[in-house]
Nanobody
């Protein structure tokens, strides 16, 4: 099994910033991607961003392009999501995942943006 632990969520005013972290641990695994999804109340889960572990190429949802930046630390098996210029519509539970031979998910961290 692979365990993922997210941190860094919280309450912030619109226009502010937060940095999420997600650390992976457990059995030896070969990471293909790590990334983030989010789910707002009453809405379906939506993709936010991902990063390829080898090479570091990134991909973002249109709704966060230019505001969010995903990065990684291979040595720490950790992925980060720097979120700037936050909007109330960014309010959601943010969950990270790792894609190896299967997908593993974290439990999520709440991000609340007040107007």
């Amino acid at each position: 099994q692979v365990q993922l632990v997210e941190s860094g969520g919280g309450l912030v005013q619109a226009g502010g910033s937060l940095r999420l972290s997600c650390a992976a641990s457990g059995r030896a695994f070969s990471t293909i991607y790590m990334g983030w999804y989010r789910q707002a109340p009453g809405k379906e889960r939506e993709f936010v961003a991902r990063i390829r572990w080898s090479g570091g190429s990134t991909y973002y949802a249109d709704s966060v392009k230019g505001r969010f930046t995903i990065s990684k630390d291979n040595a720490k098996n950790t992925v980060y999501l720097q979120m700037n210029i936050l909007k109330p519509e960014d309010t959601a539970i943010y969950s990270c995942y790792v894609a190896t031979d299967r997908l593993f998910w974290g439990r999520g961290t709440q991000v609340t943006v007040s107007s």
